[in-house]
Every structure is written in C-alpha cells, then in structure tokens.
C-alpha cells in the first residue's frame, strides 16, 4: 500500500528509466550515431544525407521571416538546451553541491583554465600561423557526454572525488568555451536585437522575484529571448548559459512546510471524499504543489532535461556534425597535427600543471582521496573534446577545412579515451591492492 499501483505498461517504462540510468548509456548512443554519420559521409548517400541538414524550415508572419536549415536549427537550437543544462549543473554545484566552499571550487576551476589555456599555445604552436589557426578555440573544451561514459565504465573503481574533479572541470571549460564563441565567433552586432534580448533576461528576473513558478511560461519567454540573440548577431546558445545561472538553486517549500502538509492529508480518515469544493480537496491539491516545489527549480530541470538532453540532443548533433568524407583529397595534415597534440598533450598538461600551481599557492584545496596520481590519469580524459569542438569547429573553419579538422578531433578523441581509460585502470587498481601489501613491510620495532 505504500507503492502507487502497478499497471503493464510500467514494465515497459520501468525497464526504459532503468536503460536511462545507465550513465555509460548515453555515451554509448553518441559514439553510436558518430558511428553511423561517418558510414554515411563515406556512402553513395553522402550528397542526400547532407542535402537533408541543409533543408530550410522557419516560421512567417507577414514580412517578417525566420528561416533556418535543419543543421542551424540543431547546432544554435537544440544545443543551447545543452548549455542551459550545463549552467544548471555547475549552478547546483556551487550553491547546494561540494563545490560550495572557494577553494573547492577553485581546484576544477583553474584546471579548466589551464586545459584551455596550454591547448591553444599548443594548437598555435604547432600552426605557426598557417591556414586555421583563426579556429583555435576548437580546442579549447571537454566532452561531457563522452567524459561521463569513461567514468561510468569504470564503476565504483572510480573515487567520487575524481567524478566530481572532472565533471567540474568539464562543465566549467563548457562554459568557458561558449563565452569564446560569444566573444571570437559572433558577428555584425544588431543593437536592437540585442536589447531586445536583455529586455527578456531582465523580464525572467523580474518575473521570478515577483514568484512566478510556472515553467511553461519561461520556456516559452526562454524561445523569445533565444530569437532576440540569434537576430543580433551574438551566438544565440549563450541564452542557455545566462538563463541556466539565473535559474533559482534554492526551493520554494522548506522539508518542514512540506510536512506539516503532508500531515494535513493524512490526518483525514481512509475513505474520506476528495469531493470538488470541499476543504479535503484543497488540501490534496496543495500536497501536489508541494511535493513538486520541495526540489529546487534546478533539481527539477535536470531531471526533466537530462535524458532529452543525453538521449535525443547530442545523438542528433553527432548525426549532422560528425560526418568525415576519408576520401576528400587536400587534407591539412599540419592542421590535423595541431589539434591531436593540443588535446592529447597540450590538454592533460595544462589540467595538471594548473591543479598543481593552484594547489602549492594555496588558492585550491585538493581532496585527500584525490591524489596527483588519479588527477594525471583523470586530465587524459579531458581531451576528450568530441561534441564541443566540432560545434566551435562549424563556426571557426572554412568549409574546405572541415574534414580535416574534423578527423584531428576524432583522432584526438579516441586517443585521449583510451589513454584515459588504460591509466585510470592502472592507478585503481594499484588503490585496491591490500593494505599490507600496498604499505610494504611491517616497520622495525624501536630499539630499547
């Protein structure tokens, strides 16, 4: 009796949230539908598939004209629902999570700085100036998705220390490399636009001062603002970002009101009527309201976004991203170059050499479980820069510079995985050898 009754369908629903829960899931179907548009781009179906993203759907009302290709509509559109997750995520972490405290949360940060900092001295390094090197902001940022798979793979071998560190790590350089597509990659600014867009931003303030919780109604102010930056020539994902750290981390129903109303309903004898109009109804509804506002707004988007996010998002990006012709001819193998040994070596050095200034200047504090040895494996993940790097790589590179780039970010993707993987297998299980052995011998007793 204390279950909500079961019905057939919940086998089919039950078994679909326990296939979602599965943090390597998502990975999986992402490196599934890379699979697929790679097959695809190097298929007598590569014309069709590509004529397909450049469709051209919008809206039209009168002279006014909103038209975009199936492509835009995912890398602008989709993706800035992907920001907006992201922004929840670090938001939540730094109000309620374990990055509360500054020099928690200056460990992951400067380890962000510095995995966008040493790549691109790398990645400019390596380029001298050639063809490309206006797209280094490429290089710049970590998969999530990807990141998270690795981790998940690894089970409970992983200390959640290390989840955390690399997860910060990933959301904060995620941010940072959208503010570089803010700043580097925006273009012809349309100051009306973009004022109408700080207008809405300051509506979405007022309105949640005032106390308006219905999130149909931001959503929809949310698409109103998105337009307003798409028109203005600033990258309209940023909306994600901005609406993300607005969103309130705090809930609006303490755990005490929560239960002093619950305790009203209960208090109603079994079989009593929920009649319209009567005082028992009011009560059973305010339960609803309540159990639904006793979750912050920011636990309740991420729980709501995540699997359309993880599951229908980032596999539609990696379907019209993802595509390499192997057979183009005219490959830059010096741009290629540049962008393996920017996320391979140039990555996990700045991650490392960054968490360590951090940590001996006394600016970040580093968990006792997290030791330099689980940070050096865990930074080969970061070069993980999959869905980031192609989304920067769309807007820094010419079209015939494409396939190349995108090759370098496969190849550095796929290096940095398995380079990750193999070393955090090796650190771990060196953390699970026993106690007796791990120590060496028992010491000396002392002399009398």
């Not at 809206?59 to 602008?76: C, P, Q, T, Y």
């Not at 590179?397 to 780039?405: G, I, K, N, Y």
């Amino acid at each position: 009796m204390g279950r909500l009754p079961s019905e057939p369908a919940d086998w089919i629903t039950q078994a679909f949230k326990r296939f979602m829960s599965i943090e390597a899931m998502a990975g999986a179907i992402l490196l599934g539908c890379t699979v697929v548009a790679l097959v695809l781009a190097n298929t007598g179906l590569s014309k069709t598939v590509a004529g397909f993203w450049e469709i051209q759907i919008g809206l039209r009302a009168g002279d006014f004209e909103v038209s975009r290709s199936v492509k835009h509509w995912i890398n602008d559109g989709l993706m800035t629902l992907f920001f907006f997750l992201i922004a929840l995520e670090l938001k939540r972490e730094l109000v309620l999570g374990e990055l509360r405290q500054l020099r928690a949360a200056a460990l992951p940060l400067t380890a962000a700085v510095g995995g966008m900092v040493v790549p691109v001295a790398v990645f400019l390094l390596v380029m001298q100036g050639g063809a490309g090197t206006v797209g280094w902001g490429t290089v710049m940022s970590t998969d999530t998705a990807f990141v998270i798979g690795c981790l998940a793979l690894l089970g409970s071998r992983v200390p959640e220390s290390l989840r955390l560190f690399v997860l910060s790590l990933a959301i904060f350089d995620d941010v940072g490399a959208i503010l570089v597509v803010t700043i580097g990659y925006s273009h012809g600014l349309n100051v009306i636009a973009l004022g109408a867009a700080g207008l809405g931003l300051a509506t979405v303030w007022g309105m949640a001062r005032l106390g308006v919780r219905s999130l149909l109604v931001y959503f929809a102010l949310g698409g109103c603002i998105w337009l307003a930056f798409d028109l203005s020539g600033v990258h309209a994902t940023l909306t994600g970002v901005l609406l993300g750290l607005m969103t309130p981390a705090r809930s609006w129903v303490s755990d005490l009101r929560l239960h002093a109303i619950l305790e009203r309903v209960t208090a109603y004898p079994p079989g009593e009527r929920w009649g319209a109009g009567t005082k028992a109804r009011g009560d059973l509804r305010r339960v609803g309201v309540a159990a639904r506002e006793a979750l912050s707004p920011i636990e309740r988007l991420e729980i709501m976004m995540h699997p359309w996010v993880a599951f229908i998002i980032m596999p539609l990006f990696a379907l019209a991203n993802a595509g390499t012709s192997f057979g183009t001819a005219g490959f830059d193998a010096t741009l290629t170059l540049a962008i393996v040994a920017a996320f391979v070596i140039g990555k996990p050095a700045g991650v490392l050499l960054f968490s360590f200034l951090a940590v001996r200047l006394r600016l970040a504090v580093r968990p006792s479980q997290l030791n330099w040895g689980l940070i050096a494996s865990g930074s080969l993940l970061t070069g993980i820069g999959f869905a980031m790097a192609l989304f920067i790589a769309e807007l820094a590179f010419a079209p015939a510079l494409q396939d190349t780039v995108k090759l370098g970010i496969l190849i550095a993707s796929g290096v940095s995985a398995v380079m990750g993987l193999l070393a955090l297998l090796a650190v771990t299980m060196r953390r699970r050898v026993p106690k007796a052995l791990a120590i060496g011998p028992e010491p000396r007793p002392p002399r009398t």
